[in-house]
């Protein structure tokens, strides 16, 4: 969406070592927005963002007008299902509509082979890796590790709008996190939520909305650790009124 960072030219990079030509897209998506104020608030630096793209090697970027990506006739309607639900399902209702629509129609317009998604946005990743199975779609989703600032806060283009102050505390988030890895599977994942949420809520700065350990295909929450398999713990924080998500694996 753009206010493009170390994060998102990652994700160029892999696409560059695996494809003869990349595309990025650059677009702020409104059908993803439920709060109209995030939306307009949302960072815009276009000039910047074309000027990274050239020196990281991109081949053609891709910056419609929302008339191109919505035309008044254009519908589009996919169930996601339980996945939809959950985590940021639940606190912010019809976004993750919004994120398979223009997802689908970005494919539609641009018809790529392989499409690059951060696993920072772990439920959304979840969330259209089901639609191109569900619909068949010609593209491979190709998932990309989390880019992280030197202090551990997890690569945002919403880390510009944290006052100098929340930027200070927002890496406890990430810290809290790497400890929770550490402590593994010596706790019950739900007792282990419960530290990571009182953990961070010690600092005034900062407000947990919600941390679950989830099965990675499911997002279902669980209860007891499965021996043979990795689980993800999901987080959302409030930093003053900038809302960061983050994740980190509980390996098997």
């Known amino acids: ?26 677009f702020v998506n409104p059908t993803q927005f439920n709060d109209p104020d995030d939306l307009r608030n949302y960072p815009r630096t276009p000039e910047k963002d074309l000027t990274l793209l050239s020196g990281a090697g991109c ?72 639609m191109v199975s569900d619909l068949h779609l010609p593209v491979e989703i190709i998932p990309c590790p989390i880019v992280r600032e030197p202090d551990g806060l997890a690569m945002s283009s919403r880390n510009l709008r944290l006052s100098p102050a929340h930027r200070q505390h927002a890496p406890l988030i990430a810290q809290t996190l ?11 994942p739900r007792d282990l939520e419960k530290w990571v949420i009182e953990t961070i809520n010690k600092d005034p700065y900062l407000k947990t909305e919600y941390f679950e350990i989830v099965d990675p295909d499911t997002l ?25 998500i983050d994740n980190i694996r509980f390996l098997p």
């Not at 969406?1 to 650059?26: F, P, W």
């Not at 929450?221 to 960061?244: F, Y």
């Open 220 to 244: 279902e929450q669980i209860d007891n650790w499965i021996p043979s398999k990795a689980a993800v713990g999901c987080i959302a924080v409030w930093a003053g009124e900038i809302r960061l």
């Open 1 to 26: 969406m753009g206010a493009l960072h170390a994060g998102h030219l990652s994700l160029l990079e892999n696409a560059r070592k695996a494809n003869d030509i990349t595309v990025v897209s650059i």
């Open 178 to 188: 790497f400890q929770a890895a550490e402590k593994g599977r010596s706790l019950s």
């Open 59 to 130: 081949d053609f970027v891709f910056m419609p007008p929302v008339e191109e990506i919505y035309p008044p006739s254009y519908q589009f309607s996919y169930t996601i299902g339980p996945l939809e639900e959950k985590m940021e399902g639940k606190f912010r209702p019809g976004h993750f509509r919004g994120v398979v629509t223009v997802v689908y129609r970005l494919f539609e317009i641009v018809t790529p082979h392989h499409a690059y998604f951060g696993e920072k946005d772990f439920q959304q990743l979840a969330i259209i890796r089901k």
